[in-house]
């Protein structure tokens, strides 16, 4: 599924993935999430539920991520890379920003973020 994340004038496309947790995410939108910057490599934004378990846990992530972490319930979308891995119990990958995702270094603190299914 393609979907597309506004922030400000910026608007970015994107495609979930085909895992349990992704579909589940797809079942909140349109979403909009107040996202605060972590560690500048990141923008994260708290979900109004948990979502499903069911795709792949990992701790390493991608310029362009957006992942869900569970402990929160999270959503982030990783814009820069700083070597780091992620904690446990690490995070599942929803889908990826096909270009672009370091635009959200413009916004300092806070922003709103948009995010909708477009097809």
Same mark, same amino acid.
């Not at 814009?79 to 270094?105: C, K, M, N, R, W």
């Given at each position: 599924?393609? #979907?597309?994340l506004t922030a400000g004038e910026t608007v970015l496309n994107a495609t979930l993935d085909?895992?349990?947790t992704a579909r589940d995410f797809a079942s909140l939108l349109p979403l909009t999430l107040q996202m605060n910057d972590l560690l500048k490599?990141?923008?994260?934004?708290h979900l109004p539920r948990s979502l499903t378990a069911g795709g792949e846990s990992r701790s390493s992530y991608e310029i362009g991520d957006i992942i869900y972490?569970?402990?929160g319930p999270d959503i982030a979308i990783f814009y820069d890379h700083d070597g780091q891995s992620i904690p446990d119990p690490g995070? #599942?990958?929803?889908?990826?920003i096909g270009s672009g995702a370091d635009a959200f270094t413009q916004y300092d603190g806070t922003v709103d973020v948009t995010i909708e299914a477009v097809d």
């Amino acid at each position: 599924m393609r #979907i597309r994340l506004t922030a400000g004038e910026t608007v970015l496309n994107a495609t979930l993935d085909d895992n349990a947790t992704a579909r589940d995410f797809a079942s909140l939108l349109p979403l909009t999430l107040q996202m605060n910057d972590l560690l500048k490599r990141e923008k994260y934004g708290h979900l109004p539920r948990s979502l499903t378990a069911g795709g792949e846990s990992r701790s390493s992530y991608e310029i362009g991520d957006i992942i869900y972490w569970s402990p929160g319930p999270d959503i982030a979308i990783f814009y820069d890379h700083d070597g780091q891995s992620i904690p446990d119990p690490g995070i #599942i990958v929803l889908g990826e920003i096909g270009s672009g995702a370091d635009a959200f270094t413009q916004y300092d603190g806070t922003v709103d973020v948009t995010i909708e299914a477009v097809d």
